[in-house]
């Protein structure tokens, strides 16, 4: 990327407020950055870091509600300032945007192809004949390799790797010089992410287009962009090029981030959390945001916020006290243990699954969900199971935990007998579900918002085995790391991870002996999910609990389970102690899913 | 983080900015007035015999349709009978049949609806399809045959609307039910191994609640409004009492001697219909923005 290239988008000190009669708040507050033509950069933040507002500012996308100011330049012209005439032209043409859900994007009503051609002008801006349009229509679906009989099909008849391929080749009708893609591939398979994630890179290096990436996850946004710009709480932390981030970053923020990601080719000794969550920008308006969180924190952080300034070529931090820890920094860089655990200890099996199959009736037809499924936890162990979305992970799952009934085959809970939850006695059933509780992946839906934490810790409480100490609803609150004075709140005043901490508190309330984590983690901010998987190892250390983590994310398998299972098309492929499947996987599907882990080699390679 | 969970930030951001002390929370004028004649209404229901100037059903041939004169502030109708004396006499059993039809609906729907919604099977196919067969019938023309058939009567009236009014809302309330049944809170409470009693007590009726209110705001101003149309066609209260629906319709014709006969009961009826529907709009949208339902 060399510096002569035209800068295509420059911001300058956006804010973005919400604005009521007598209140406003800040969301996004004095953020700059530009983009050159031919570059992709990277704009990394958890939620609530303002990383989309700031993509929907510069399309002129808010909500109502929202106002931005400070200056958007595109290619020298104000866009805060056009209006909605001008701006929807720019749009499409100048300016493009592909969003997190395909399925959203397109309209289920219309074919593929109608999508992209409802976007092609001629040259001159006239409209073209109709077998023109088809024609181009099919050569942009072969652009982003798909088929022309592709475009014959509906949104609904599509996956959804294709459906984010249609949606791509929409955004790219009008030949926009500036791509930005919110999300592009979060809400999609890892092995589909992968695909999509080079297709993006492709695209921008053929067509020399700018490329914004608005992504959560740090190792996505150094697969594929040239600089990465770090936000949090609303502001801009850090920028950097991507392989200067990674080696060597310069705020505590990022710093600490890199930390807290499990790698997905060694285990972390320790995954260093980031204590608290992410402060609103008004609550930390006048001073460093990262300050709450800071180990380095001094007096000078506190009370003015840090300019963001240069340390380097192409080198932007936010960090005042940055040449006085970078020393400390290094100090802390990551210890790596791959012991395997200790996985040859014979234990007793809490959890026994024999020749579990299921499936469901599809109008007359009958769809086979699981096959042949043999699955074996011990006590105190953590197992991962691990495949694609519709693999029938989660299916099995709710088999074990008597949300749904198996239709062939043995599952043994505790050496009792649940394969079949509606004929068992109701004693041995209340057993099985004191023995093993879920906790499922949405924090937002699993508690109920009419009701307090307290109530319904309460309730969970009355279920347990009537032993003589029983714990009170404070302290399972304080067990998972919440003040006891949480009891009285409603789940609306809580964050993601505090919902997710109160429903695992929920679940050990009936003091099981088996947890199983159904993609409890993926909801959350990499710093949340941090103090979640460290919380589960207390759990496992101090309790003895044992674990079955249901997950797509290979690192959080790497970093939390002694062995695993590789779910595929509702059959086990491959099993084993985690080190030795990550390592050496056997199976075709464990080596696509371990391919398919975003790696920052992918930029160099797909030159 | 995820898209959902950058908009439910931003949702958080709004609500911080909107919620406290602004004007969602504030009740806007419409609902002021709403509240005001909401409660007018029933202090004229609960007193309104009391403070009647006059015997609502003194007769006074000589001042027959005479118009709003100090004594009569209403005027009088063609049996010289004191309108406001009436209208704050009629007040009570104006509300006491809209009262208990939307009671009744809401009790039968929630206790059938959620049952129906949640526990499945048999009893929600069966449920269902006399739901269907209540959707069938139009309330008004069956009440009105049925009325006409056993010889008429307030409470017949009343009697017809309750069971006619119901299948509306017990396919709403079941419907609500269902959604919930797949959450996953309710889930979890299944798998800690809690009564299905319990589960529909606890877990899904507080998420009816809003639900619920609206559906009893919009029975009772419909059921205002149909049992007014009874009395109206002569099939509700009985002639000579003092309903504002008959009123409405007996008055019709000395509308050029005293218009103030057939308008007054009629814009009350009018008046707190429309309250009552800003009301329940109102407290279902309260609940909902104070975190009851997401």
């Known amino acids: 990327m060399s510096a002569h290239a035209e800068v295509l988008l420059s911001v300058t000190d956006l804010q973005v407020r919400a604005t009521a009669p007598g209140a406003s708040q800040m969301l996004v507050d004095g953020v700059s950055f530009e983009v050159r033509q ?46 909605e005439r001008q701006l929807s032209r720019i749009r499409g043409t100048g300016i493009s945007l592909v969003l997190q859900d395909p399925f959203t994007m397109l309209s289920p009503t219309r074919k593929a192809r109608a999508h992209i051609e409802e976007m092609l002008r001629a040259a001159d801006g006239t409209r073209l004949s109709r077998s023109a349009r088809r024609a181009d229509a099919e050569r942009r679906l072969g652009e982003v390799g798909m088929s022309p009989d592709v475009g014959a099909r509906y949104p609904f008849q599509v996956s959804g790797g294709m459906a984010q391929r249609i949606g791509l080749a929409a955004a790219l009708a009008r030949d926009p010089q500036l791509l ?51 936000f949090y709480a ?86 005042v006290r940055i040449h006085e820890i970078e020393r400390d920094f290094r100090a802390t860089t990551d210890a790596h243990d791959d012991s395997s655990g200790k996985g040859t200890v014979p234990r007793d099996p809490i959890l026994s699954v024999r020749d579990l199959a299921k499936s469901f009736a599809k109008g007359k037809a009958e769809a086979v969900v699981l096959t042949d499924i043999n699955l074996d936890v011990a006590q105190g162990e953590s197992v991962g199971l691990v495949g694609d979305s519709g693999s029938g992970k989660t299916t099995l799952a709710r088999c074990i935990v008597g949300l749904e009934q198996p239709t062939a085959g043995k599952i043994t809970v505790g050496g009792v007998d649940a394969s079949d939850f509606v004929a068992m006695p109701a004693e041995k059933r209340q057993q099985v579900r004191r023995t093993v509780q879920m906790v499922f992946q949405n924090p937002y839906a699993s508690l109920n918002p009419a009701r307090t934490i307290g109530a319904t810790l309460n309730e969970a409480l009355t279920v347990a085995a009537p032993a003589t100490e029983r714990p009170s609803a404070g302290d399972l609150l304080e067990r998972v790391g919440l003040p006891s004075a949480y009891a009285r709140k409603r789940p609306a005043g809580l964050s993601g991870g505090e919902r997710q901490r109160v429903a695992i508190a929920r679940a050990l309330a009936v003091s099981p002996r088996l947890l199983i984590c159904d993609e409890s983690v993926s909801a959350l901010d990499v710093s949340v999910q941090a103090q979640i998987l460290n919380l589960f190892r207390d759990l496992q250390r101090d309790l003895g609990l044992a674990f079955l983590f249901i997950t797509h994310d290979l690192a959080v398998v790497r970093q939390v389970t002694d062995r695993i299972y590789v779910v595929s098309d509702g059959c086990i492929v491959e099993t084993g102690e985690t080190v030795s499947v990550l390592d050496n996987p056997r199976h075709a599907y464990t080596q696509r899913l371990l391919d398919s882990v975003p790696e920052p080699s992918l930029r160099d390679t797909g030159q | ?55 609502p059903s003194l007769q006074n041939l000589t001042a027959a349709t005479a118009s709003p004169s100090g004594a009569h502030w209403l005027g009088t109708d063609n049996l010289g009978r004191d309108i406001l004396s009436r209208v704050l006499a009629g007040g009570g059993q104006a509300l006491i049949g809209p009262l208990v039809i939307a009671f009744g609906a809401m009790v039968i729907s929630v206790v059938v609806g959620i049952w129906a919604g949640y526990t499945g099977g048999w009893f929600e196919g069966a449920t269902m399809r006399l739901v269907d067969l209540g959707y069938a019938l139009p309330p008004l023309l069956v009440a009105l045959v049925l009325a006409g058939v056993m010889g008429g009567g307030y409470w017949i009236g009343v009697a017809v609307l309750l069971v006619l009014f119901s299948p509306y809302d017990i396919r709403i309330i079941r419907s609500v039910a269902l959604e919930q049944r797949g959450l996953p809170y309710v889930e979890a409470a299944r798998t800690l191994g809690l009564s299905r009693i319990w589960i529909m007590t606890r877990h899904i009726l507080p998420n009816v609640v809003p639900f619920m209110i609206v559906d009893f705001c919009l029975d009772f101003a419909f059921a ?56 329940g709009d109102w407290a279902a949208e309260r609940m909902a923005a104070s975190g009851g339902m997401s």
């Open chain 1, 234 to 319: 609303g502001r801009l932390l850090e920028v950097a090029k991507s392989q200067e981030i990674m080696s060597r970053p310069l705020h505590p923020y990022t710093h600490r981030l890199l930390q807290a990601e499990p790698d997905v080719r060694r285990r972390k000794t320790v995954l260093a959390a980031i204590a608290g969550k992410v402060p609103r920008p008004a609550d930390v308006a006048d001073m460093c945001a990262f300050a709450p969180r800071c180990t380095w924190v001094e007096d000078k952080c506190l009370t003015s916020r840090p300019p963001i300034v240069e340390t380097g070529p192409g080198r932007l931090t936010a960090c």
């Open chain 2, 1 to 55: 983080m995820t898209h959902a969970a950058d908009l439910e930030a931003t949702r958080g951001a709004d609500r911080a900015a909107f919620g406290r002390g602004t004007w969602q929370r504030r009740p806007t004028l419409l609902v002021l007035i709403a509240l005001v004649i909401v409660a007018i209404v029933v202090a004229i229901a609960l007193f309104g015999r009391l403070v009647a100037p006059q015997d």
């Open chain 1, 38 to 83: 031919n570059e992709t950069i990277g704009i990394v933040g958890e939620s609530g870091s303002g990383k989309s507002l700031t993509a929907r500012a510069i399309l002129g996308l808010l909500p109502r509600t929202l106002h931005a100011s400070g200056s958007i330049k595109f290619r020298g012209r104000e866009l805060l300032t056009t209006s």
């Open chain 1, 180 to 230: 930005i893609a919110d999300e592009p591939s979060t809400a999609l398979d890892v092995t589909t992410q992968r695909e999509i994630l080079d297709l993006l890179r492709q695209t921008q290096q053929r067509r020399h287009m700018g490329l914004v990436l608005i992504t959560h996850d740090l190792r996505v946004a150094f697969s594929v962009c040239d600089r990465v710009h770090v």
């Open chain 2, 224 to 279: 205002l409004v149909t049992l007014s149309g009874l009395s109206y066609l002569g099939l509700g209260a009985p002639p000579g009492s003092p309903d504002w629906g008959r009123m409405l319709s007996d008055n019709q014709s000395q509308i050029f001697g005293n218009p103030l006969g057939a308008l007054a009961p009629g814009l009350l009826i009018l008046l707190t219909a429309a309250a009552v529907n800003v009301l």
